[in-house]
């Protein structure tokens, strides 16, 4: 998804290679999640760093803000990720992620902590399961995520993708309309409402330079938009590769 390139998109780490630092910046229309909104649908800047090295380790960070407001960091990530090579075909790859956010309003994407373990067919299928757990709340359950992602090469530097999932929104609620009027909880509350979401897209990739457009959805409905967290239908964003 946009709102972090490495750590949602299932790539492999070349485990047969030299060690290497690469990274993105990006500017994009909105910072979207598991297809929760986690910036208004204004023009947004990425960056992303990695480190990996021969034998599969990889660490990484990325972080967004609004191009308005770019001192305000939206969102921000770390992984850590270890790969290994199952045949010519098949890499397996565990990683453990913290996601940190920092929206405020009526509700929020809550801050997360994530283990999760994927099988990646030639860079082109990446079957993946998550574990996840909100931090800074009461609720120390942990929840189980699905998710599906394909990847196809076309003629003309292009390329197709689509993805579903299957997970729990860990939304902070902090009050809800009564009478026309906005009424706070006196203390925010954690909803873990179970949603799909899924996404196709096509991408045109020209040496180090990408320029992607995704249709994004879930069946979250009025919850998503009664709790300001619907995205965009449309998500656009051009990158750069370093």
């Known amino acids: 998804m946009v709102a972090a390139w490495f750590a949602a998109t299932g790539m492999p780490v070349p485990v047969h290679a030299q060690s290497n630092f690469s990274g993105q910046v990006a500017v994009g229309s909105q910072l979207v999640d598991r ?3 986690i910036t208004s649908a204004r023009p947004v800047v990425q960056g992303a760093v990695n480190w990996a090295t021969p034998d599969g380790w990889s ?3 990325s972080a967004g ?5 770019p001192g305000n960091i939206a969102d921000w990530l770390v992984q850590g990720s ?8 098949w890499q397996v790859q565990a990683s453990g992620t913290y996601y940190r956010y920092t929206r405020s309003g009526s509700s929020r994407v809550y801050t997360r902590a994530e ?4 099988w990646i067919y030639r860079d082109t299928l990446t079957l993946s399961l998550s574990a996840v757990r909100a931090l800074h709340s009461p609720d120390h359950e942990v929840r189980p995520g699905a998710d599906a992602d394909f990847r196809w090469p076309l003629p003309w530097n292009l390329s197709f993708s689509a993805g579903a999932g299957v997970s729990q929104a860990l939304v902070l609620v902090g009050g809800y309309y009564a009478h026309g009027a906005w009424v706070r909880y006196p203390r925010p509350r954690l909803e ?9 897209g096509l991408a045109w990739a020209h040496g180090r330079w990408r320029v ?3 249709r994004v959805a879930t069946d979250l409905g009025d919850r998503a938009r009664e709790a300001n967290l619907d995205a965009a239908p449309w998500i656009g964003t051009v990158s750069l590769s370093f």
């Open 35 to 37: 297809g929760l909104a």
């Open 59 to 61: 660490v990484g960070a």
């Open 65 to 69: 803000a609004l191009m308005s407001s």
């Open 82 to 89: 270890r790969a290994w090579v199952v045949s010519t075909d």
């Open 115 to 118: 283990a999760g373990m994927a």
């Open 192 to 200: 873990a409402p179970t949603y799909r979401y899924g996404h196709v």
């Open 212 to 214: 992607g457009v995704e």
